[in-house]
């Protein structure tokens, strides 16, 4: 192996994997160990091609030496990762996580297929995976998914509605997360999943469907679930990214529960207090949270004007909110925001 030739060392890797195959369910753990050593010694001296056909060759059994399909798993060679990590039940839990946590998109595409993903895989797949990633651990029924991970998924299908279709499908998606993917989707994604749903799950679409429509004619935001966007902007806040910025864009995109849960985390309030401001008849009680949060007049221009109300802002009560906030104290604002709270009344 140290002198010979390249040839010569694929050429004895071939040799010693295929005796291994011809009978390596019959051996014990210390022989299958004796195996592991001299693949390991081998395969750090093959080319790739040579590597991703061994790869191939163990990837189904369930005897495979160890420490080999571990290294295999861990090569930055997309060819020879491949199959050990879709298809390897000897791959341990701590190599799944390291490579997702270190490797690039075609390997996240080939963990995303995998049977039995565990939540500390997933999560980190949600995190860094790309959208075609995040659709196929999506599509995969067998994957298992933390609070985290679905929040990250249903924030991710906003904006791409094959996604929202996949994780619609998802018979273990929680009622609430179900809420939100809906709340967020187009009638025409809302149309085909009623359409491809099995009966069961179209059922509860149905039924959540009716609680939208049901609002829509009181009260807005009443029984809204917010907690995707509470978790959502949590995240954010935790990664320094919850800021005037990512509020303009909150309102341009219409997502007031994502400005309700931000502007409730920023002044250490309820969600709702904030999503009957922002919904209520009143812009100017809207000033009184964004100049507590400390936000901008431009951020808090792009709020009004976006407002989830029947009758938007004019351009008049515009210009007359802008002096008012400029003239609002930050204690006063924080005073009174403290009074809404403490009698819970808004407007007083």
């Not at 990762?81 to 039940?89: K, Q, T």
């Not at 080939?110 to 999560?123: H, Q």
């Not at 969600?271 to 008849?281: F, Q, R, S």
Request: with cysteine; charged share 30%.
């Amino acid at each position: 192996m140290r002198s010979g030739s390249s040839e010569k060392r694929i050429n004895t890797l071939r040799e010693v994997t295929s005796l291994f195959l011809h009978g390596g369910e019959q051996l014990s753990e210390e022989q299958i160990r004796v195996f592991d050593h001299v693949l390991c010694m081998l395969v750090s001296r093959v080319e790739t091609r040579a590597r991703a056909e061994l790869s191939k060759c163990l990837s189904p059994l369930d005897y495979a030496p160890i420490d080999v399909i571990q290294r295999l798993a861990r090569d930055d060679e997309i060819a020879v990762a491949r199959d050990v990590l879709a298809h390897s039940s000897r791959v341990t839990e701590s190599t799944l996580v390291e490579v997702a946590a270190t490797k690039g998109q075609e390997h996240l595409m080939a963990l995303s297929g995998r049977a039995n993903l565990t939540e500390a895989v997933t999560d980190i797949i949600v995190d860094r995976g790309e959208n075609r990633v995040i659709r196929k651990l999506a599509g995969n029924a067998t994957a298992r998914f933390s609070e985290t991970g679905y929040s990250g998924m249903v924030v991710r299908a906003e904006a791409d509605d094959e996604l929202t279709q996949i994780l619609g499908m998802r018979v273990d998606l929680p009622a609430k997360h179900l809420r939100e993917l809906l709340q967020r989707a187009t009638d025409a994604v809302r149309t085909r999943l009623l359409a491809n749903a099995p009966s069961d799950l179209r059922d509860e679409i149905t039924r959540v469907l009716k609680t939208f429509t049901d609002a829509a004619r009181g009260d807005g935001f009443s029984g809204r679930d917010f907690s995707v966007a509470e978790e959502a902007v949590k995240r954010m806040k935790g990664l320094n990214e919850l800021n005037d910025t990512s509020l303009v864009w909150f309102a341009e995109a219409k997502r007031f529960s994502e400005i309700a849960a931000a502007l409730g985390l920023l002044n250490n309030v309820p969600t709702g207090i904030i999503a009957k401001v922002l919904e209520g008849p009143r812009a100017d009680l809207v000033l009184i949270p964004c100049k507590s949060a400390g936000l901008k007049w431009s951020t808090v221009e792009k709020i009004l004007w976006h407002r989830p109300v029947k009758h938007g802002i004019d351009s008049g009560t515009l210009k007359l909110a802008e002096r008012d906030y400029g003239r609002l104290s930050l204690d006063t604002a924080q005073r009174t925001l403290r009074f809404w709270l403490l009698h819970n009344k808004i407007g007083k």
